[in-house]
């Protein structure tokens, strides 16, 4: 078999293999290089399992307040741990094992091993200990050795992974990043959670609803710092509601591990010392782009800030090589990647009317309790950018739908440029929201008006009436509160 391709992927994330699905649907002879499984980060370690864990913490939750739904249950309601990560773990198997069968499905060529880019055009694979071929997952078309490989087309997607502080690197046993947060064989008593952004509040929220104390520390002035600072604010509320700690403006300085905990130095903005004690400490302080080792000073690729230098296209400084996903830059979210993975190979095989990547549409989930999600400027960005706006709000306890589900504490926020009626951005905190962004998303797309949101109809009772009451009150018009 030859080993020259139209395209070559290098990492199979949500963008590699999305990248090579959208390549073979348009006859180009492709190829995938994974050196440890297919599916990346998202569906083995972080966007797909995560939520298993937060779904059987969601589950817990719910089976401890039974009394709130008019429900009896007898006995004691505990969590199952292992059976907890067990499940969790099964499903991130399936995902592995579907992307497996839509690389097999499009006739996608298979490469495990390390790639490394050697001249324009080629690459050498060469064999690693972390190559893992899933025995249930079903092959793809072909399996191939290490060796050189030809492409005319080479894309980038080897993503990113977590970063590390100086003197307090994760050691997996007392200091850990999500994978090891993800499969804990019994739960700590204690936890230290570094880093308030959608993985650090993640797993915070997920320990502290199985009963775990739960200290957040995050050196900047809110929790999620990328939100708007009013949603930011009430989701604080909520979590310290359900008993979290969070010290705000604060930053672990120093660790100090015992036999079978850590004590950590939070110094404040005042200069001050407190000493936590925790039986784990998550390290969640970002993720760093995988671009070691893979000859990208050889071929002279430009990079910016740790990331590879693209267009809006993914198009690199060298011809032939394109970057896609987290290993390009943030946003670091799935759906970025996936959406620039279809931009690049499309406008790779001359599609017409390929639109370059618009990072300013791009919607924002975590999945914590209460959800948050958004989109677009926030209130201060708008008002940073001299943007004259009108800002509506539309909270959960006065939507019939959130009452009847017992989830009445959340609030839709909508802005809107005041002379032109253009959605600018759209953030919500509360149950489901982030099912219900999508819909802000579609409109923001759609370049739709107040107007056109004002006169759309939405079912009753749904949450997603908020979105419209919102809108509505930004213009001084909100029916139901």
């Known amino acids: 078999m030859s080993n020259a391709y139209d395209v070559i992927i290098i990492g199979s994330g949500p963008g590699g293999y999305i990248a090579a699905i959208r390549a073979a649907q348009l006859g180009l002879k492709t190829a995938i290089v994974e050196r440890e499984h297919l599916a990346g980060i998202c569906s083995n370690w972080g966007c797909i399992p995560t939520k298993a864990l937060l779904r059987s913490a969601e589950i817990f939750h719910y089976a401890k307040h039974p009394g709130d739904y008019g429900v009896k249950i007898e006995g004691a309601v505990t969590p199952d741990l292992k059976a907890i990560v067990a499940r969790s773990r099964g499903i991130a198997q399936r995902m592995n094992g579907g992307v497996g069968f839509l690389l097999k499905k499009n006739k996608v060529d298979v490469i495990w091993g390390e790639a490394k880019l050697t ?4 690459i050498v694979v060469s064999k690693t200990a972390k190559a893992i071929q899933q025995p249930q997952a079903p092959l793809p078309k072909t399996v191939l050795p290490e060796g050189t490989y030809t492409a005319k087309h080479i894309v980038v997607a080897t993503g990113a992974r977590p970063r590390a502080l100086p003197g307090i690197e994760p050691d997996g046993k007392l200091i850990w990043t999500y994978f090891e947060a993800m499969k804990p064989e019994a739960l700590p008593k204690s936890l230290l959670v570094m ?37 930011s604010a009430l989701a ?6 359900q008993g979290m700690k969070i010290l705000l403006e604060a930053k672990v300085s120093k660790v100090e591990k015992g036999a079978n905990s850590v004590t950590a130095h939070v110094e404040t903005k005042d200069g001050k010392v407190e000493k936590i004690t ?28 740790g990331f590879i230098a693209i267009d809006g296209y993914g198009k690199t400084n060298v011809p032939g090589l394109y970057a896609i996903g987290d290993v390009a830059g943030p946003p670091m979210l799935a759906h970025k990647a996936e959406h620039e993975a279809v931009i690049c190979i499309e406008k790779i095989a001359g599609l017409p009317n390929v639109h370059p990547m618009d990072k300013s549409k791009i919607p924002g989930c975590t999945y914590c309790h209460p959800q948050v999600a958004s989109v677009g400027l926030t209130e201060a960005k708008a008002k940073e ?55 802000f998303v579609v409109a923001m797309n759609l370049e739709t008006t107040e107007e056109e949101l004002m006169h759309t109809v939405f079912p009753h009772p749904t949450i997603s009436e908020t979105l419209k009451e919102s809108v509505l009150d930004a213009y001084g018009r909100a029916l139901n509160a």
Do not use: C, W
């Open 195 to 231: 880093g308030s952004g959608a993985i650090g509040i993640e797993f915070a929220s997920f320990y502290r609803t199985l009963g775990v104390e739960v200290t957040v520390v995050e050196v900047m002035s809110q929790v999620m710092p990328v939100e708007d600072a009013e949603i």
């Open 385 to 439: 950018q001299g943007r004259d706006i009108r800002v509506g709000r539309f909270p959960f306890v006065a939507n019939g739908k959130a009452i009847a589900l017992g989830e009445d504490q959340g609030l839709v926020k909508t802005i809107f440029d005041r002379k032109t009626g253009e959605l600018l951005g759209a953030h919500l905190v509360g149950a489901e929201v982030t099912e219900l962004i999508q819909g």
């Open 278 to 305: 925790a039986d784990r400490l998550i390290s969640a302080v970002g993720v760093q782009a995988n671009i070691e080792n893979i000859g990208l000073e050889a071929l002279g690729v430009k990079t910016d800030r």
């Open 236 to 241: 604080r509320k909520q979590f310290e509601k």
């Open 119 to 122: 001249k324009p055009g080629e």
